[in-house]
């Protein structure tokens, strides 16, 4: 099973709101394996980690259909973002 990288990582938050990188389909497919769910975004996602694998797809469809996982769970990591949990609660500290 080859890694297969990704032009571009993808950067998610997991745990208490630390980002982990996500560097090629191996990674990828492994956190969604870890990840608490059953989700069709899940389910898409992990076929095309597979599939990716297999050689019968290329790692970018992976890396798509990964993002539109992520960008639903919330745990996409955008430049200068913080958790989304973390933005919730700010204003009462004022």
């Known amino acids: ?5 990704f032009e571009k990582p993808i950067r998610v938050w997991v745990g208490l709101g630390f980002p ?3 560097n ?5 497919y492994q956190m969604l ?5 059953n989700s069709p975004e899940q389910k898409a996602a992990i076929r095309a980690c ?7 797809v290329d790692a970018e469809t992976a ?8 960008r639903k ?4 990591v955008e430049d200068g973002m ?3 949990h973390m933005m919730k609660g700010t204003d009462s500290h004022v």
């Open 33 to 37: 394996m870890g990840w608490c769910g």
């Open 63 to 70: 890396r798509g259909v990964f993002l539109a996982f992520a």
């Open 82 to 84: 913080m958790p989304v």
């Open 20 to 22: 982990r990188q996500l």
């Open 73 to 76: 769970k919330d745990i996409l």
């Open 1 to 5: 099973m080859l890694a297969k990288p």
């Open 24 to 28: 090629n389909v191996a990674d990828a």
């Open 50 to 56: 597979k599939a990716a694998l297999a050689g019968d």
